[in-house]
């Protein structure tokens, strides 16, 4: 298990993120997706802080993944009230912004 | 110096509460009281305050500083008391308040509404014109100036109904707006060069050579421009005869002490600033002894008598402003005095008879002595002051300008203006033998005027008469002034007065002789000069020039400027608008509003940034 590894498997997992954040329809899929993403960020950082041997790099993980947390309520929050607004989670459907 | 702001306040005060209080205003009485009190109470401070100032023997100055300069001198405001100003208050306040008087019985036939605005406007031009003769330095005279205009717009169109009034007042303001632009010009070509607006710091710059050249000669001529079209001169007259169509004792109080005297009494303030500026001083007297002329002339084939009397005081100006230019401010000002006192008189007589025959055509009046002995004895007095016969004040005063206008080398000036001083007296007789006497009797019940009107009458006969002997006052008025003024002034030739007083009884014997004895008959006279005839009713074609330049040049040159405005300019603006417009819709569809369209263009812009980060 080497950092090198560790990093291809976080770029993996961040590659299938951007692909669901890209090509899901479904807005619930596209939070997953973020969270994919998220995390393999957590893992890049935890990888290279776990090859220098330092302690920050967990404690900004803690940071990172208590803010997911509050983001993910926040975006679930947003679902919920499109899905009664515009009776939709379709992010297709939900294109008022269009020029 | 709390008499001269009494002066001030009397008639601000009367214009405040009359055009604050509207239920005072339509009252139509009671409004009149209240400026009849406003303009007593200046007419009383001003006549205490030319006591003082003439017992003090030196002028009084009171200022307060207006606008603070961290450069330079700071911009004042001020009220300056000399024996020119003081007197020239005097007079005004004098004239207006027996106008006001006279406007009682004149215009009791007005709405009360429309009564009590007359006397509101009366009180603001009566406020403006003591404003202007008070003021200490340029820029407030140049304010005071304006107001004056206003006034006189106001009042010229006072029966703004009638599509002539307007007109008349629209001309007014505008013509004479057009020599104030001359006016602010020259204010701020002195005040550029010499850093001050006040007449007393003019004068000491002026006489110590700090201000000289171009800039002082360019300055004055603005200011010069800004008299013209006050006090019409040629080519601005034009406004003058139209101004007619505003009410009678307007007519009077605007030929007699306000409007057209605050271009003579600024010439007269600027004296020394004109005594070292002789190309100037040459313009003015050339174009002053012009208007004297042409104005004369005007008035030898006008039927109206009110318009005959407006070509007089053009004409009278003109002897004011020629001798201005020749050096004799003292007797311009002396003229400036008794013609007030004798125009008003006449302006307010021509009320009297037309209030009672209805019509302003002299040839449709007559056989009027019987019924209005009083009126017509003071047309007599008037005229004879006008025409300047011994010893009416007319005399005296145009004796002394005739005199200075010799004295200062302009004899071909002078044989014009003796000229035009026996084409006066012809023409004023013509007025007088026609109107009063005649074989026409008068149409409908002609009446003698009430005493309201009588009482400013019979008073403004009595000083058009004697005035001229009290003229001796008038050097002494001077001696107190901010600038004494050192002229010549020997006695005149012996054969000035006689000459003078040659042409006005010739002019007058023979309007006697033609309009009563009918020795010759004035209308194969006009026959026989036929063509001149038809110049003068046209006035000489200085309306139908104003008339040309304003439809051919004027009109011209804007619609090809508003041309350039339309399509050059507002094309370029268009275009641009346009073309904002149609590539704002080219790349409006770039936002389809879709969440993951534009996570494409994040995730594309990441990998860009990679990219170009690392060269791959």
């Known amino acids: 298990m080497t950092l090198g590894n560790l990093l291809v498997v976080a770029a993996g997992v961040f590659a299938i993120g951007l692909f669901g954040v890209l090509a899901r329809r479904h807005a619930i899929g596209v939070l997953l997706s973020i969270e994919l993403m998220f995390n393999a960020v957590n893992l890049a950082i935890v990888a290279i802080a776990w090859s220098k ?13 208590a803010i997911t947390v509050a983001e993910i309520a926040v975006g679930l929050a947003l679902v919920l009230l499109a899905s009664r607004v515009a009776k939709s989670v379709v992010l297709d459907d939900l294109s008022e912004l269009k020029g | 110096m709390i008499d001269a702001v009494l002066v001030l306040a009397g008639p601000l005060a009367a214009f405040a509460l009359l055009g604050i209080v509207p239920p005072l205003r339509r009252s139509g009485k009671p409004a009149a009281a209240v400026a009849i009190t406003g303009i007593g109470v200046s007419l009383v401070a001003a006549v205490a305050l030319l006591t003082r100032i003439h017992a003090a023997g030196a002028p009084s100055i009171a200022e307060i500083v207006w606008a603070p300069m961290t450069t330079g001198p700071s911009i004042t405001l001020g009220l300056l008391a000399d024996g020119l100003s003081a007197s020239m208050a005097v007079l005004v306040a004098f004239i207006a308040l027996l106008v006001q008087v006279y406007s009682l019985s004149y215009m009791k036939d007005e709405p009360k509404p429309s009564f009590g605005r007359y006397y509101t406007y009366h009180s603001l031009f009566a406020f403006a014109m003591l404003g202007l003769v008070l003021a200490h330095n340029l820029l407030q005279t140049y304010i005071f100036w304006e107001l004056v205009g206003l006034g006189s717009y106001l009042l010229i169109g006072f029966w703004f109904e009638k599509p002539e009034a307007s007109r008349a007042a629209l001309k007014a303001f505008w013509t004479t707006r057009l020599g104030d632009v001359g006016f602010a010009i020259g204010i701020v070509i002195l005040w550029s060069s010499a850093g001050t607006f006040t007449f007393t710091e003019l004068f000491a710059k002026v006489d110590g050579g700090a201000l000289a050249g171009t800039a002082l000669v360019l300055g004055v001529a ?33 030929h007699a002490a306000t409007m057209v005297a605050a271009g003579v009494y600024l010439m007269v303030r600027i004296a ?65 005095v008794t013609h007030a006192f004798f125009k008003a008189l006449l302006f307010l007589v ?160 023979l309007a006697y002789v033609g309009y009563e004895r009918r020795g010759f008959d004035p209308a194969a006279v006009r026959r026989s000069f036929g063509p001149l005839v038809t110049v003068l009713e046209r006035r000489w074609y200085v309306d139908d020039v104003f008339e040309g330049v304003y439809r051919f040049v004027y009109l011209k040159v804007s619609n090809a400027i508003g041309w350039f405005d339309r399509f050059i300019v507002d094309g370029v603006v268009n275009a641009v608008t346009w073309g904002t417009w149609l590539g704002a819709g080219r790349l409006r569809t770039l936002q389809s509003g879709r969440v993951q369209d534009a996570l494409y263009a994040t995730a594309f812009g990441l990998v860009l940034i990679v990219w170009l980060a690392w060269g791959w």
């Open chain 2, 272 to 336: 020394p600033l004109l005594a070292h500026t002789p190309q100037v001083a040459t313009v003015v007297f050339a174009i002053g002894v012009l208007t004297a002329f042409l104005a004369a002339s005007m008035a030898l084939v006008e039927n109206d008598i009110k318009r005959i009397l407006a070509f007089s005081t053009v004409s009278q100006l003109g002897f004011m402003m020629a001798a201005c230019g020749a050096g004799a401010p003292s007797a311009a000002y002396f003229h400036l």
């Open chain 2, 350 to 509: 021509a009320g009297s008879l037309i209030h009672a025959v209805h019509t302003n055509d002299i040839f449709k009046m007559g056989r009027l002595t019987r019924i209005m002995p009083v009126t017509c004895a003071c047309f007599a007095a008037g005229a004879l002051a006008l025409s300047g016969v011994f010893p009416t004040a007319g005399f005296f005063s145009k004796d002394e300008m005739l005199a200075g206008v010799l004295a200062a080398g302009h004899p071909v000036g002078f044989a014009i203006l003796l000229v035009t001083a026996g084409i006066t007296a012809f023409y004023t007789g013509r007025a007088f033998f026609v109107a009063t006497m005649g074989s026409t009797d008068s149409p409908g019940h002609p009446h003698e005027a009430p005493l309201p009107m009588k009482l400013p009458l019979v008073v403004l006969a009595v000083l058009a008469v004697v005035a001229g002997v009290g003229g001796r006052l008038i050097p002494g008025l001077f001696a107190t002034s901010i600038a004494p003024l050192a002229e010549a002034h020997g006695h005149a030739p012996f054969f000035v007065p006689a000459l003078a007083t040659v042409s006005a009884l010739a002019g007058l014997v």
């Open chain 1, 53 to 65: 041997g330092l302690i920050v790099g967990v404690v900004l993980v803690m940071f990172g993944i």
């Open chain 2, 222 to 254: 603005g200011i010069y421009l800004g008299a013209m079209g006050k006090s019409a001169q040629f080519p601005f007259h034009i406004w003058l005869p139209d101004a007619m169509e505003g009410p009678t004792p307007v007519s009077a109080l605007i």
